[in-house]
Structure formats: structure tokens, C-alpha cells
């Protein structure tokens, strides 16, 4: 995957450089705006990280005319704390997603790996695959090895989401915002609770579990 | 103790009356530009304008019409002696004149001859001759005998009375043949005397309404000066950052006391936003303080550790990794609610559905209770909408929720409810079967950072409930927080925390 940093904190954007390339993501950088559209000409990215606050060119500029020359390439728009009107404006510019910072380095990997799946996925599907595991979206069943699970609702949007992002983490905040729709602090376990009862519905019976945790960061389907 | 010199309290008292004249003298750099002062000015000087054209119309017109009545007084005489002369001659005009009675006193008559030589005169002219000058009487003499048979004569002559003052007289001569010429002159002085008086009531009048005016101008600039000195001696104080300095309204109701009124309000709005800003500013500052220095501590801690056991690393930083995230979540808290604060109410509100909110913070919790093993009931009511953040809302119930589930134990149960009230208000509230909270305690549960002795040992940071209530009130809407179904069956009295908002118009 090929990622384009436009931030013009170097430090950060270094960091965040790292950060992905953990993830085995290759990520170019580029300073403003200006530089950002530029970079965006010698080599259309999979995935943008655009920060808000920029000398020359700031982020909201340079989406709206990036997005004014027809480029779709999913934008992650980074704001700063309680900016919320640049979150606002950042989404309305026609960014993908969004992240305050201070944010951590696995969320932002997480919500990259989102982003570039999502593209790719984008086609319409009318049956989820993940190893032994089926989701028909049409009849709203789910087998595994054959064997119907029983899901209430939001389990089944919770797997869906879970099965749209397989092989990648998703973070506690990402399934609060894209499954349930809010953006708040719940400052508990809520979403582990529900992960739990997913998990026991999904690996109870089957000697290889799919549900995994992962540790500081959230979890992950694996096939 | 200090060297210093005890200060003298009568310095300290004087030096603070300087400086209060001082702050006066700011206000009136030069007397004569404050407002009220003048407009006085302007108004006098219109007054003495105004004066001046009415007295100069009464001039014209008095001094047009005396003038007109001396000179019919003074033909008629004429008239008379001319007629005399032609009927008996000369000697019956010398006659007539030097017998003038008292009274023709205003009327100084003569006749001279054809060198000027004065033959005869009447009483008044003969006090009055000395002052009737041979010059005169040439220029007459030579107008007269140019061709002009009557021609006019005005001379001036300190009256009889009053030697000092001086008599305007106005008259005409006569040719009644080469050698013989008669004059009749009138004593202005009673319509220039009067013209005097009128001038000097008019001035008198003037000049006293001048100084009067003056004197109240000064009455009522001081009057204002004093106002305004009340209005800005407390915006000077405001300026020099003492933002509970008010001023003092009189209950007169005039516009200072609205424009006073106005200001205090101002101030006291300011004066609650920049507490509650130095309010946050302190809490972030004070709140971040102790666990900042307590994620150093165990960070040079970890260092030791790791310098005597290297394995130890990479446990000591995914445990200062947590830490730092807890942290930035309570200042992300902090700042959310300071915000919330200084804006006064939550940005971006929208009417949205309350019933869908209610039925996701159920289904979202009713997992963590039954996971806790906590009943976890709730009743929502259809259809009720609500205008506010969904978000902040979502933040502030799942504080509750999460709250009622954390602090009542097994075996036991939280209710949630979701309804209008009577006043058709949105009321969300949750009932739980804990320990609850006595009722002494109840008011300040929602301070910030504050946690009960027995709450301490679960995790928390004490912010919950003070978000809450900064949601409801951004929202214009209360947290009620009372008892809960009572002690029943070895549970209890448990808490009720409600979050009213208001009713949705239209």
C-alpha cells in the first residue's frame, strides 16, 4: 500500500511514517499543501493522511481541490483537539475519516488499513467470505463450517464490519463510530462486552478461534 | 521579620485619593471640551447671537421712529417762526424765541446773521451755546446759503445735568433772508436715555442669563462628569483586571442608569466566563499535575528496573503507554467540558430522535450489566425527539449508565427510563440498587474530580459526572440526581441520576 503524509510537523509525520511502515505500509511525506498536491500528481496514493493546520496550503484547500479534480482516493483528515468545526469541515471537504489528535499510532494504522480496504471493497457483495465463515447480506445468515449462528442486529453489522476489515485491527473508537454511528468517550468496556458475546457466539463451538484480541490496540478477524 | 518601615496608613490613604483625582484628571484633560459644558457654550452663544439681532431690530426701529418725531417736532417749529416772520418780521421772531417758556425746554432755538454772529437764543440754547460751535454754524451758514434753504444741524453738548454725559441735539436752520437765519435744535438725549435703558436691561438680562447658564452648564457637567466618572472608574478597574468591580446604579432610571445597568451585566457575564475559563484553566493545570508527575515517577521506576532486568523494557512502556493514554483522556474530558462551558451551550444541535439515542445506550449497556451479572431493565417511550449534540448526549448517558452499573453490586439491577415528563420535557433516567449516595453528598458528586471514600478503589478519574452536567446545561437542561427505589431486600437505597432536557418546540 502506498500512503501520502501531508503534515507539516516533521517530527510527526516521521512518526507516523514509522508507524505505518510497522504495519508494512509505505507512506511518502510532503510538507503543505502545495507539496501534497504535487506528490499526489507524480503518483496517485492509496490512502491520504491530510492534517488541518498548514503553512501555504492547509488541509481543507488542498481536499476541496483535490476533490474538485475528481480524485476519489480515501482521505483521513487529522484535526486537532476540539476543533470540531474543522472536523466539520474537514468531512465536507470530502474526507473519508477523521482523527483528533492527540490520537495513538494504532488507530491512525487502523483507520488507514480501514481505508484502503474500503476502496477495494467497494464493489457490491451480497455474500461475506472469511475462511469457514459466510455472511449472506441479502438473507442476513451467517454459517460457519455450515452451522448457522444466530446473531442479534448490531452483532450482525458488528461481524460484517469485523469481516469487511479481515486481517486488519480495529480499534474500540472505530467500531463505536462506523457500527453504532456515535464518536464519544465511553470510558469503559462496552465494546468489549459486545465483542465478547460475538466472540462467543462465533468461536465457542469451533476449535480455531477468529476473534482475536490485540493487545494496546483493539481486534482483528482472522480467516 | 521584615526591615521594612511600618507604612504610614494617612499616606496610604492620601496617595489613594491622588490617585483618584489623578483618574479625574484622565477624564477632564481640559474642562472646556467635556460635552455638557459644551453645549452650554454653544447654547449661551446662540442666546447672546439671538440677543444681538432682537436688540439691533429694537435699535432700528426705536431709533428710525425718534428721529422721525424729532423732526416733525422740530418742522413744526420751524414752521411756526417762519410763519411768525412773515406776519410781523424779525424782531417779533427774536422776540418769540428769547421769550421760550419752559415748555419748549428740549428745544434750543437761535438766529444769527449772516457772519455767524448769533443774535439772539432762547434759554436752553443760550446753556447749550457754548457747546454749539462756530464751525457748526459756518457748515450750516454755507450749506444753507449754497442753495439748501433749510439744512439739517446736529451737535453734541454735555447736558445741563450732567456735565460729564452729553446731549445729542438735532435740529434744522433757516435762511429767512441774507442776514438773518434760525435754527431750532431737539434735545435727543430722552429717546438716546431710553436706548440706554433698553440696553442695559437687555445686557443686564443677557449677562445674567450668561452666568447663570454658566453656572448650571458647570452644575450639569459636573453632574455628568460625575456619572461618567462613576461609569469609568469602574471600567478602569475592569482594565486593571478586577472584574467583580460593579457600578452603582441610583434607582433613577435615567440613561446612565440603563447604560450602568448594561454594563454590569456585561461584566458579570464576563466576569462568570473568564472564572469559568480560569476555572478550567486551573482544573486542567491542577488535574494534570499529579498524575503527570505520577507517569514520571513510574517511568524512572521502569528505568531502574530495566537497567537491572532488560526484559522488564518492554513491559514498563506498554504500561507508560496506558498511562499516557488515560491522561490525555481526562485532559480530552476536561477540555471537551471546558469548552462546552465557554461556549455556553454544545455546538452543531439538532432535532434528533431521543427514543433511537435511549434504545442504543440500552442495548449498548445492557451488555456490560448482564456481563457484570446486574438486572438491566428499561422502559423508553415512542417517537420523542430532542434537540441537542447526539454525541455529548451519548457521552453524557453513557457516564450514567456506565456510573450506575460500576457502583452497584451483584446481585442487583439498573433501570433505565426514557419519557416525557408532565411539563413535556425529555427526561433520560437511570435507577440503580447500590449504596447510593447521602443526600449531604449529593451536591457536590457532580464537582469535578470529586470521588467518595468508598468509590476510590474502582478505576475513574471523578469527571464523569461533572461532564454530564456540563452537557445538560450546554444543553439547557439539568442533572437531578436523588434516591433510588429505597433499602429492599439487603440492596439499596440505590441513586436516581436523571438527565432532563427541554421540551422541543413546536
Redesign the interface.
Known amino acids: 500500500m502506498n500512503v501520502l503524509i501531508v503534515e507539516d510537523d516533521a517530527e510527526a509525520a516521521l512518526n507516523m511514517q514509522r508507524g505505518l511502515k510497522d504495519a508494512g505500509i509505505e507512506a511518502r511525506l510532503a510538507g503543505d499543501g502545495e507539496q501534497g498536491l504535487r506528490a499526489v500528481k507524480d503518483e496517485m496514493p492509496d490512502v491520504i493522511i491530510l492534517d488541518r493546520m498548514m503553512p501555504v496550503m492547509d488541509g481543507v484547500s488542498m481536499l476541496t481541490q483535490l476533490r474538485s479534480e475528481g480524485a476519489d482516493v480515501p482521505v483521513l483528515f487529522l484535526s486537532a483537539?476540539?476543533e470540531?468545526?474543522d472536523r466539520?469541515s474537514g468531512l465536507r471537504a470530502g474526507a473519508d475519516d477523521y482523527l483528533v489528535k492527540?490520537y495513538?499510532l494504532s488507530e491512525l494504522v487502523a483507520r488507514v488499513e480501514a481505508l484502503s480496504r474500503r476502496k477495494e471493497k467497494d464493489q457490491v457483495e451480497t455474500i461475506l467470505r472469511v475462511g469457514d465463515l459466510e455472511m449472506n447480506l441479502i438473507s442476513r445468515v451467517v454459517k460457519r463450517q455450515s452451522k448457522i449462528i444466530d446473531l442479534q442486529p448490531?452483532e450482525f453489522q458488528l461481524l460484517e464490519f469485523l469481516m469487511r476489515h479481515v486481517g486488519q485491527s480495529v480499534t474500540r473508537t472505530m467500531l463505536l463510530e462506523k457500527v453504532?454511528a456515535?464518536?464519544?468517550?465511553?470510558?469503559?468496556?462496552?465494546i468489549d462486552?459486545?465483542i465478547?458475546?460475538l466472540r462467543s457466539k462465533l468461536d465457542k463451538d469451533f476449535d480455531r478461534p477468529m476473534l482475536h484480541t490485540v493487545?494496546?490496540e483493539g481486534y482483528q478477524l482472522k480467516a | 521579620m521584615s526591615d521594612e518601615p511600618a507604612r504610614d496608613p494617612r499616606k496610604d490613604m492620601i496617595d489613594a485619593i491622588w490617585r483618584r483625582v489623578d483618574a479625574l484628571a484622565i477624564l477632564r484633560p481640559n474642562f472646556f471640551r467635556q460635552t455638557p459644558f459644551r453645549l452650554t457654550l454653544v447654547f449661551l452663544c446662540v442666546y447672546v447671537f439671538v440677543a444681538a439681532l432682537v436688540f439691533g431690530y429694537i435699535y432700528l426701529a426705536t431709533s428710525t421712529e425718534s428721529r422721525a418725531w424729532g423732526n416733525s417736532s422740530i418742522d413744526a417749529r420751524i414752521k411756526s417762526l417762519q410763519d411768525l416772520d412773515a406776519r410781523e418780521g424779525h424782531a417779533a421772531v427774536v422776540a418769540k424765541i428769547l421769550g421760550d417758556d419752559a415748555v419748549e425746554w428740549v428745544f434750543a432755538k437761535g438766529v444769527f446773521d449772516g457772519s455767524g454772529q448769533v443774535l439772539a437764543q432762547n434759554t436752553r440754547a443760550r446753556m447749550e451755546g457754548r457747546n454749539l460751535p462756530d464751525t457748526v454754524i459756518k457748515a450750516g451758514l454755507k450749506e444753507v446759503n449754497s442753495g439748501n434753504p433749510i439744512t439739517s444741524l446736529n451737535f453734541f453738548s454735555p447736558s445741563p445735568n450732567d456735565p460729564s454725559g452729553c446731549c445729542r441735539f438735532q435740529g434744522r436752520i433757516l435762511r429767512l433772508d441774507d442776514n438773518f437765519f434760525i435754527y431750532v435744535a431737539m434735545d435727543m438725549s430722552w429717546a438716546d436715555h431710553g436706548f440706554q435703558q433698553e440696553i442695559k436691561a437687555v445686557a443686564g438680562g443677557g449677562l445674567l442669563v450668561v452666568i447663570l447658564g454658566l453656572f448650571a452648564g458647570t452644575l450639569i457637567n459636573q453632574e455628568v462628569t460625575r456619572s461618567v466618572a462613576r461609569v469609568t472608574s469602574v471600567l478602569e478597574r475592569v482594565q486593571e483586571g478586577d472584574l467583580r468591580a460593579r457600578i452603582v446604579v441610583r434607582d433613577s432610571g435615567d440613561e446612565f442608569d440603563a447604560l450602568s445597568m448594561r454594563i454590569n451585566q456585561t461584566l458579570d457575564r464576563m466576569e462568570k466566563t473568564m472564572g469559568n475559563l480560569k476555572y478550567a484553566g486551573d482544573a486542567i493545570a491542577h488535574d494534570l499535575r499529579s498524575p503527570l508527575s505520577r507517569l514520571r515517577t513510574k517511568l524512572e521506576v521502569s528505568l531502574l528496573d530495566v537497567d537491572k532486568d532488560p526484559s522488564k523494557a518492554h513491559d514498563a512502556l506498554?504500561k507508560a503507554?496506558?498511562e499516557t493514554?488515560q491522561l490525555?483522556?481526562t485532559f480530552?474530558?476536561v477540555?471537551?467540558m471546558s469548552?462546552l462551558q465557554a461556549q455556553g451551550q454544545a455546538?452543531?444541535q439538532v432535532v434528533f430522535s431521543a427514543t433511537e439515542l435511549a434504545e442504543?445506550m440500552a442495548?449498548?449497556?445492557e451488555?456490560?450489566a448482564s456481563?457484570k451479572g446486574l438486572e438491566f431493565d428499561f422502559e423508553i417511550d415512542k417517537n420523542i425527539r430532542a434537540l441537542g449534540n447526539?454525541?455529548?448526549l451519548?457521552?453524557a448517558l453513557?457516564?450514567l449508565l456506565?456510573n450506575a452499573i460500576?457502583y452497584t453490586p451483584v446481585p442487583g439491577g439498573v433501570t433505565f427510563r426514557m419519557r416525557h415528563t408532565s411539563q413535556r420535557e425529555i427526561e433520560f433516567s437511570i435507577t440503580d440498587t447500590g449504596p447510593g449516595v447521602p443526600e449531604k453528598d449529593r451536591a457536590r458528586i457532580s464537582e469535578r474530580f470529586v470521588r467518595l471514600e468508598n468509590s476510590r478503589t474502582l478505576p475513574?478519574v471523578g469527571l464523569?459526572l461533572a461532564m454530564v452536567e456540563a452537557v445538560a446545561v450546554a444543553h439547557k437542561g439539568r442533572l437531578v440526581i436523588s434516591e433510588g427505589p429505597g433499602v429492599f431486600d439487603g440492596q439499596g437505597p440505590g441513586l436516581r441520576t436523571a438527565l432532563v432536557l427541554p421540551p422541543v418546540a413546536g
Open positions: 483537539l476540539g470540531l468545526e466539520v492527540p495513538a448490531r453504532w456515535y464518536h464519544f468517550d465511553p470510558q469503559t468496556n462496552v462486552v459486545h465478547s458475546r493487545r494496546g | 506498554v503507554l496506558e493514554g490525555l483522556r480530552q474530558t477540555f471537551s469548552r455546538p452543531d442504543d442495548e449498548l449497556f451488555a456490560v456481563d447526539r454525541d455529548f451519548a457521552q453513557s457516564n456506565d460500576k475513574g464523569g
